[in-house]
């Protein structure tokens, strides 16, 4: 066995070249007359060697295996230069600004999102804020280009200013490149790391603020439909925020016994930092009087609340006409009620009832009737007991007036012909609980007053009464309380009635 003179493997003596490393065994070591720092791990190559004075030229293979891991570690290098240079594009402020522009030229809601400062604790960003950005955004191009050139302009500025200067610079110099502050609601912020390796950006917003004024207590506020607060006090004030610049809807709504109020109104946020609003009501408190005290006030068909003689303020109510009031009070006749009033103005309300119905008419009427029927039965029977609806007091009276027709000597006799009544003449009272009403008549009789010792002769006897009745609660009825003679009867509007059907 001898060893290479290349590698130091033991080869058959009857071999030329070593199974290991190739090298020709025939050759003289050239290892200790030439450079021993000659690369070992090669393929196959040419090389020379000076032995003796001459030059050999020889095949020299080395092992294959080691060109893996340099193979491995310059792929790597160039997959990291490779990835450096992407990390660097996509993590970069530009790319930031046009992906931002492109979202929402796109309309895509979460994109934006993706790219806005949402870690303030204080301005907390939602899809509905976002999607109210995107659209004032589109509306207004030119506006929108303003500020994305602004944005460039802070990042070209950035790229030549210190990391440590960067935050900064928006505030300064972007504004006087775009000459105009109030493109300055959105910036450009190096936050962090990304990867460890790229700097992250994110943009800051400016927070916007609507101030909203109502004007009375109990008022519901709405910004895009989302319930804000409730009014706790009459000229209501708050300012409400953070929101993002965008199209923002507001209402007010109060929501009462006499009926909906409600105002609203639309803005855009994005040309001043704070937008104030008024949306107070058109509506009012007003005072509800009635001619009757205690009826009870109803409001579009619904009852409410009695009307004192003081007056009862209601509301608030609209004054779109919409809210139609009535006064409405029962009578032992039946329920009255007054013409109805639109409330168009906050004045004071007057409410008439008018008691004098066609039903009181005819009670009052029939009651009269009777009466002046049954006075010419009793007078021809001297009888003050035959004499209807009379209180006692009346009655004595009539019992007065018989006795001097005796002590005379005179007699009545006779028929009644009709009734002839004022139906203008009807008036109301009311003391209390007292009711009082009066109406004017004149009553035909064919009758004759004659003394005891002669024949009657029948005439027609006019007599033109002011009749006095109250009302009696406990027997629900109208009794004759006077009667006063008149001397003029002309009516305007009369009606008659045939008392001899009565009888």
């Not at 720092?37 to 090669?42: D, E, I, K, Q, S």
């Not at 009695?306 to 139609?324: M, N």
């Not at 066609?358 to 009269?368: H, I, P, S």
């Amino acid at each position: 066995m001898k060893k290479c003179h290349q590698c130091g493997e033991s080869i058959e003596n009857e071999h030329r070249f070593c199974a290991a490393c190739g090298a020709d065994l025939n050759l003289p070591n050239i290892d200790q007359e030439t450079d021993t720092t000659y690369p070992r791990f090669v393929s196959h190559t040419e090389e020379t060697a000076k032995v003796g004075g001459s030059r050999f030229i020889f095949k020299r293979r080395f092992k294959p295996m080691i060109w893996i891991p340099l193979a491995v570690l310059f792929l790597l290098a160039i997959v990291a230069v490779s990835g450096w240079f992407v990390g660097s594009h996509y993590t970069s402020a530009s790319y930031a600004i046009d992906q931002l522009e492109q979202s929402i030229e796109q309309k895509d809601a979460e994109g934006v999102l993706k790219w806005l400062d949402n870690e303030n604790s204080d301005f907390k960003i939602d899809e509905s804020q976002v999607d109210s950005f995107i659209a004032v955004m589109n509306e207004h191009r030119s506006f929108m280009s303003k500020v994305f050139d602004q944005l460039r302009a802070q990042e070209a500025a950035d790229s030549n200013t210190d990391s440590d200067q960067k935050l900064n610079v928006f505030g300064s110099e972007a504004e006087a490149i775009s000459g105009d502050q109030a493109f300055s609601f959105l910036s450009l912020r190096q936050e962090g790391k990304k990867w460890f390796f790229f700097d992250r950006y994110v943009f800051d917003v400016q927070p916007f603020y609507l101030e909203v004024q109502t004007n009375f207590k109990g008022t519901k506020l709405y910004i895009n439909d989302e319930k804000v607060a409730t009014a706790d006090r009459v000229d209501y004030q708050r300012r409400f925020g953070p929101y993002l610049p965008g199209e923002y809807k507001v209402k007010a709504v109060y929501e009462g016994e006499y009926g909906k109020l409600q105002e609203e109104s639309e803005v855009d946020l994005f040309e001043q930092e704070q937008a104030s609003m008024d949306l107070s009501l058109n509506g009012a408190y007003v005072m509800v009087f009635a001619s009757d005290p205690d009826a009870q006030l109803v409001s579009n068909g619904t009852a409410g609340e009695t009307i004192p003689a003081s007056g009862l303020q209601i509301g608030p109510v609209p004054l779109d006409g919409s809210i139609q009031l009535k006064a409405v009070k029962t009578y032992p006749w039946g329920e009255v009620e007054s013409p109805a009033w639109s409330i168009e103005d906050d004045q004071d309300i007057y409410l008439d009832l008018n008691p004098v119905t066609a039903q009181l008419q005819d009670e009052v009427q029939q009651t009269v009737n009777e009466f002046a029927v049954s006075w010419i039965e009793a007078y021809t029977q001297l009888d003050p007991q035959l004499l209807l609806h009379v209180d006692e007091e009346r009655r004595a009276f009539h019992q007065d007036d018989m006795d001097d027709l005796l002590k005379q000597g005179l007699l009545i006799t006779g028929t009644p012909k009709s009734a002839e009544y004022d139906v203008e003449s009807l008036t109301f009272n009311q003391y209390e609980d007292n009711i009082e009403t009066t109406i004017d008549v004149r009553v035909l009789y064919d009758m004759s007053v004659y003394y005891q010792n002669e024949e009657p002769e029948l005439t027609e006897y006019e007599y033109m009464w002011r009749v006095y009745l109250d009302y009696e609660a406990d027997s629900g009825k109208w009794v004759i309380s006077g009667i006063e003679n008149m001397y003029v009867f002309n009516p305007s509007q009369s009606k008659l009635v045939d008392l001899s059907s009565t009888i």
